[in-house]
């Protein structure tokens, strides 16, 4: 099975602390995504990387910076976190190519900024 | 862009009870189609996709989803639905020609046995 761990299951930070969260998917996967989770908004992405050293910007990119240095690794950071960067981050990876679409998710790590 | 709506937030059910949850997209080219749910304290799993042919998708735990274009839907089906359906279910779409998927706000569902 596809294994996608993410270093954190909770963490907690304080305002303009530059914040990072681990992911790391044991499948060689070309793609990694993060997402943020929040009630009644559900998945937003963050940013993408399609090969190492690799990123797009997603849809809710401000305030986040990302980086790829190894194919199985995919940091995301807070380079100074905020209070509305409280939420619950998501790590996901897939295969390239068609019909390979499926994501697999990481258990999540939720951050409370105070 | 891509977007999906998802219009029922929170969904109460009997078990028995038949289960049909909404999402719409909204994209003028080719897309890709999933469904994903989350159980209480799981990961994100997918439920069932739909790439290409038959419009009517079955996928795991008697789940069904039917690709309507004309109305850009894919609604979520179960005929019977049980208690260990409760969770968070989330549509997403991906156009094809794109890397990443765009998700639906979800729809909690509770099953009451």
């Known amino acids: 099975d596809v294994k996608v761990t993410q270093s954190s299951r909770y963490l907690v930070k304080r305002t303009g602390e530059k914040v990072f969260l681990e992911c790391v998917q044991d499948?060689?996967?070309?793609?990694m995504f993060w997402y943020r989770q929040d009630p009644g908004l559900g998945l937003r992405l963050i940013y993408f990387?399609?090969?190492?050293?690799?990123?797009e910007k997603g849809d809710i990119p401000e305030g986040y910076s990302v980086s790829r240095e190894k194919k199985e690794r995919f940091s995301l950071i807070l380079e100074s976190a905020s209070t509305n960067q409280t939420s619950m981050y998501l790590c996901a990876s897939s295969s390239s190519g068609t019909g390979n679409e499926k994501l697999f998710f990481g258990s999540g790590t939720q951050l409370s900024v105070l | 862009a891509q977007s999906v709506s998802q219009h029922n937030h929170h969904v109460i059910l009997s078990e028995a009870a038949s289960l049909e949850l909404g999402c719409n997209y909204s994209?003028?080219?080719?897309?890709?189609l999933f469904w994903y749910v989350q159980y209480p304290g799981q990961h994100l799993q997918l439920l069932l996709k739909?790439?290409?042919?038959?419009?009517l998708v079955k996928g795991i735990k008697g789940f069904e989803a039917e690709f309507i274009k004309s109305k850009f839907s894919f609604n979520l089906r179960k005929p019977s639905v049980q208690w260990s359906d409760t969770a968070e279910y989330f549509c997403a779409v991906k156009a094809i020609g794109r890397r990443a998927l765009t998700f639906g706000s979800g729809t909690r569902l509770q099953v009451q046995p």
């Open positions: 990387s399609y090969d190492v050293k690799m990123k």
């Open positions: 499948m060689d996967h070309e793609n």
């Open positions: 994209y003028g080219g080719t897309v890709n």
């Open positions: 739909y790439f290409s042919g038959d419009p």
